[in-house]
């Protein structure tokens, strides 16, 4: 089973910022890798697909990147809205990343 | 719209069964694959079960294997997780999804709760 582990736990940053979460792999995953935002009381929201794709709907201030083992998540300025828990997803899921406000 | 609603959750002793419901609507049900996953109180998401479009291809996390049965119901537009033997470390909130594409989520549920406790 692959294991995923994002860095850093915990992100503290302000709005206007640039945000960058990572996400390894224990094993290649090719491209096959997804991104999530979950929000308190909510269920997650799809962002990006296929490593690189944005979702329907999802702001252009979210990237993905990266391939086999070694992925990044950008938010290349972040808004208020954009403070929540993130998490990586190739079947299983990374143990998530939350981005809090500075 | 497309929407994703699940039921059936509720509080179960440990070693019961429940049979959690995920009613599709909005797009042609039979032509994706559905998972389920859950998320423990202040925890993080965990996937458990995957199906194909037709039925014929199941997955199963190592955690729950043997004890949950994922099945569906095309004409009905419907998702089922059958669990049984139930843990305390089965308590979460189950949400069924829709594939967009490998393992990519794209819809979700609001979840349902799933309580283990004597």
């Known amino acids: 089973e692959i294991v995923l582990t994002q860095s850093p736990a915990t992100l503290s940053l302000s709005p206007g910022e640039r945000a960058t979460l990572s996400c390894r792999a224990s094993?290649?995953?090719?491209?096959?890798l997804a991104w999530y935002q979950q929000k308190p009381g909510q269920a997650p929201r799809l962002l990006i697909y296929d490593a690189s794709n944005r979702a329907t709907g999802i702001p252009a201030r979210f990237s993905g990147s990266g391939s086999g083992t070694d992925f990044t998540l950008t938010i290349s300025s972040l808004e208020p809205e954009d403070f929540a828990v993130y998490y990586c997803q190739q079947r299983t899921f990374g143990q998530g990343t939350k981005l809090e406000i500075k | 719209e497309v929407q994703l609603v699940e039921s059936g959750g509720g509080l179960v002793q440990p070693g019961g069964s429940l049979r959690l419901s995920c009613a599709a609507s909005?797009?042609?049900?039979?032509?994706?694959?559905m998972h389920w996953v859950r998320q423990a109180p202040g925890k993080g998401l965990e996937y458990v079960s995957a199906?194909?479009?037709?039925?014929?291809?199941?997955y199963y996390a190592n955690s729950v294997k043997g004890r949950f049965t994922i099945s569906r119901d095309n004409s009905k537009n419907t998702l089922y997780l059958q669990m049984g033997s139930l843990r305390a470390e089965d308590m979460a909130v189950y949400y069924c999804?829709?594939?967009?594409?490998?393992?990519?989520?794209?819809?979700w549920g609001q979840g349902t709760m799933v309580t283990v406790s004597s």
């Open positions: 094993q290649s995953v090719s491209s096959y």
């Open positions: 909005g797009f042609t049900f039979s032509s994706y694959a």
């Open positions: 999804a829709r594939d967009l594409n490998s393992y990519a989520f794209d819809i």
């Open positions: 199906i194909s479009s037709n039925g014929g291809s199941t």
